[in-house]
């Protein structure tokens, strides 16, 4: 079980999964899924923002195995596919901060738990690896950062609904803290599983700095 | 150590092995197709012909399997676990569990049903058997994996 790492797009790619991240805008990197059916071309599975959980990936950037077995990576990518096959028979996925539980049912259904308004693009990643019982984080050692916090307050208020910015306030106040998604792509280059967040920010940080 | 005859075309015997007849008469199929020749084909394994109608998909699982469709494997087991696992009372899906042979299955199969079914154990008076099985499979199967292989996935304490 070793991390695995590239740049996307990778025409080659032929793994049953993998963390794909992009620059989406001068402040913000964005986190999502790339999968594989065998015999198909590769599809993608992200939330790229409030109600909008999509399956096109257009960002160049880069890709990352976590230290998982095989057999695992392959009831991940099993799972994308029900999500990206049921989610639209469910509610549409919204964006939120604080993260416990999982927020999909067996069926790939937006089902958050009590406490939870949705999922950020880094959340949902880490949702459909736990679903299969892949930890990629210890979430106890995310820390509270006020700059950070403000800074995707202030996204969420220029581009609405205003929903989201008041759930985010409302999720800070109440002590969520926000898991970037450069950390958790750190957390996907690291040799074990689950990763601390000093460690997921270091490799993080590293490894997309060139982005 | 079983043996049996096998001839092409006949429903795969239930030993929970596949003799080596088995892809001696697949390549022949193989050969036959690319020929031309009309006739009968192997299956590949099937259950039993007095399974109940509600298990027949079974029979496609253990098919992906043997043929090492691996992805097709999974989707068949998420999707008709996720029909099974709506319904109120569960009676479906723990016939199943009953039923399943985690000798057809492969290590990545026995660990998809594990893991569609876990959240619902609760309900599932077959899942602790089932669950023991699997454990005792891949213990024996990839015994230095085992644990990393289980780790998250088989809660029988809880």
């Excluded at chain 1, 609904?161 to 898991?179: D, L, N, S």
């Excluded at chain 2, 030993?15 to 009968?40: F, H, M, Q, T, W």
């Excluded at chain 2, 077959?126 to 023991?132: G, K, L, T």
Aim: with cysteine.
């Amino acid at each position: 079980m070793v991390a695995r790492t590239g740049t996307w797009p990778e025409p080659a790619f032929g793994l049953p999964v993998a963390v794909l991240i992009g620059r989406s805008s001068r402040e913000t990197l964005h986190l999502g899924l790339a999968y594989v059916l065998p015999g198909k071309p590769v599809r993608h599975l992200h939330l790229a923002w409030h109600e909008r959980l999509v399956e096109d990936w257009s960002l160049a950037g880069r890709w990352a195995i976590p230290a998982a077995l095989p057999e695992r990576l392959a009831l991940v990518a099993g799972r994308c596919r029900l999500i990206a096959a049921n989610h639209a028979a469910g509610l549409p996925v919204r964006y939120g901060i604080a993260w416990s539980g999982v927020a999909f049912d067996d069926a790939g259904r937006f089902a958050p738990p009590g406490g939870n308004f949705g999922r950020t693009c880094a959340t949902f990643v880490l949702d459909v690896f736990r679903l299969e019982g892949c930890e990629l984080i210890l979430a106890e050692s995310w820390p509270r950062r006020n700059r950070e916090e403000q800074q995707l307050v202030a996204i969420a208020e220029a581009i609405g609904p205003p929903i989201v910015a008041e759930t985010m306030r409302r999720e800070f106040a109440a002590g969520a803290a926000r898991i970037m998604a450069h950390e958790v792509f750190g957390a996907c280059l690291a040799n074990t599983v689950p990763v601390p967040f000093e460690l997921a920010a270091h490799l993080g940080t590293s490894a997309t700095a060139d982005l | 150590m079983r043996t049996a005859s096998y001839k092409a075309g006949m429903p795969f015997p239930d030993l929970g092995i596949v003799p080596r007849s088995y892809a001696r008469a697949e390549r022949l199929d193989a050969a036959a197709n690319a020929a031309g020749v009309p006739g009968p084909r192997s299956r590949g394994p099937v259950l039993s012909t007095d399974a109940p109608p509600a298990l027949q998909w079974l029979s496609d699982l253990y098919v992906h399997v043997f043929r090492r469709r691996e992805a097709e494997a999974i989707d068949v087991i998420y999707a008709k676990f996720d029909e099974l696992l709506r319904q109120s009372d569960c009676a479906d899906c723990d016939e199943v569990l009953a039923n399943l042979d985690v000798n057809r299955l492969n290590i990545t199969a026995t660990l998809a049903v594990l893991s569609i079914t876990r959240l619902d154990r609760a309900r599932l008076a077959n899942w602790r058997r089932f669950a023991e099985m699997a454990q005792r499979k891949i213990c024996r199967e990839a015994p230095d994996r085992a644990a990393a292989l289980l780790a998250g996935l088989l809660p029988l304490d809880s």
